[in-house]
């Protein structure tokens, strides 16, 4: 069983940088895959981005890997997300998952969710 607590969201200006954080509690975090997704209102839950358990595969979504970095510290059983050049359309509902997906895209792969952290970019 793995809990995930996300943290780090907030309001940022068009251009501007912001890092989550999701803090995973049980002894076997290092063996998931790690991934963040997004859902804006009405729309559908996206992904950002992933990376495997010794972090030796990192995926991000076409659109976003030259502004976001995921990178992950299993000493800590914590995952980060950095954010750069944020865009109002950056403004979702971030999620920290947790999961031995395949497919590292699809949200059904993974079996544990964080609450989400709200990130709001204003222009």
């Known amino acids: 069983q793995v809990q995930l607590v996300e943290s780090g969201g907030g309001l940022v200006q068009a251009g501007g940088s912001l890092g989550l954080s999701c803090a995973a509690s049980g002894r076997t975090f290092s063996a998931y895959t790690m991934a963040w997704f997004r859902q804006a209102p009405w729309k559908e839950r996206e992904f950002v981005a992933a990376a495997t358990w010794n972090a030796g595969v990192t995926l991000y979504a076409e659109s976003l890997k030259e502004r976001f970095t995921i990178s992950r510290h299993n000493a800590k059983n914590t995952v980060y997300l950095q954010m750069n050049s944020l865009k109002p359309e950056d403004t979702a509902v971030y999620y920290c998952?947790?999961?031995?997906?395949?497919?590292?895209?699809?949200?059904?792969?993974?079996?544990?969710w964080g609450q989400g952290t709200q990130v709001t970019g204003s222009s």
């Open positions: 998952a947790a999961g031995h997906a395949v497919d590292l895209e699809i949200p059904d792969g993974y079996s544990y």
